[in-house]
C-alpha cells in the first residue's frame, strides 16, 4: 500500500485524531512501545479487521528534508494482510481534513466525527455546529 494514514484513535479521549494534531512526540508517548492508547482507528472499527481490533500505532516520517510526510504506521507485522483498503485510507483522512479546517472557521463552537444522531439511525462522517447569531445554533452533517 502507498498511501499514507494520517488518522489514529485516541482511547484516552475516544476520538479521532489527526498526525498533525500533536507534535511526534506526543504521539511516540501514546503508541507502540509508548502506553498504546494510540490505536489504529481502521483495525479499531472493523476495517480489513475484527471490529475492536487494538493495534498500536507508530508515528512516522516528517524529518526536517525526508522524502515522507508525517504519518502514523503498524508495527511490523501487525497490520491486516494487504494492508488497509486505500479508499477507506482516502476517506478517514478527507474526514479529517474538513474537521481540521472546520474547527478554524469563525462561527464553529464544535466539530467532529463519526457522530451518531439521537435516534442512532444515522451517523455523519462529520458533523459541524455553528453559531450565526447569539442563540440560534446550526447543526451542519
Same mark, same amino acid.
Given at each position: 500500500?502507498?498511501?499514507?494514514?494520517?488518522?489514529?484513535?485516541?482511547?484516552?479521549?475516544?476520538?479521532? =485524531?489527526?498526525?498533525?494534531?500533536?507534535?511526534?512526540?506526543?504521539?511516540?508517548?501514546? +503508541?507502540?512501545?509508548?502506553? @498504546? *492508547? $494510540?490505536?489504529?482507528?481502521?483495525?479499531?472499527?472493523?476495517?480489513?479487521?475484527?471490529?475492536?481490533?487494538?493495534?498500536?500505532?507508530?508515528?512516522?516520517?516528517?524529518?526536517?528534508?525526508?522524502? =515522507?510526510?508525517?504519518?502514523?504506521?503498524?508495527?511490523?507485522?501487525?497490520?491486516?494482510? +494487504?494492508?488497509?483498503s486505500? @479508499? *477507506? $485510507?482516502?476517506?478517514?483522512?478527507?474526514?479529517?481534513?474538513?474537521l481540521?479546517?472546520?474547527?478554524?472557521?469563525?462561527?464553529?463552537t464544535?466539530?467532529?466525527?463519526?457522530?451518531?444522531?439521537?435516534?442512532?439511525?444515522?451517523?455523519?462522517?462529520?458533523?459541524?455546529?455553528?453559531?450565526?447569531?447569539?442563540?440560534?445554533?446550526? *447543526?451542519?452533517?
Amino acid at each position: 500500500m502507498n498511501d499514507l494514514s494520517v488518522v489514529g484513535l485516541d482511547l484516552r479521549a475516544g476520538s479521532s =485524531v489527526h498526525v498533525e494534531d500533536e507534535p511526534k512526540y506526543v504521539w511516540k508517548a501514546k +503508541g507502540y512501545g509508548g502506553d @498504546e *492508547t $494510540l490505536v489504529c482507528w481502521h483495525c479499531y472499527h472493523g476495517m480489513d479487521t475484527p471490529a475492536g481490533t487494538r493495534v498500536p500505532l507508530l508515528c512516522r516520517g516528517g524529518k526536517k528534508y525526508g522524502k =515522507v510526510r508525517t504519518h502514523f504506521a503498524h508495527p511490523s507485522g501487525q497490520a491486516p494482510p +494487504g494492508g488497509h483498503s486505500p @479508499e *477507506t $485510507l482516502w476517506h478517514a483522512n478527507a474526514k479529517q481534513t474538513i474537521l481540521r479546517w472546520a474547527k478554524n472557521q469563525p462561527g464553529v463552537t464544535e466539530a467532529r466525527t463519526e457522530y451518531w444522531t439521537a435516534d442512532g439511525r444515522r451517523r455523519s462522517d462529520v458533523e459541524i455546529l455553528l453559531v450565526l447569531q447569539p442563540g440560534i445554533v446550526i *447543526t451542519a452533517r
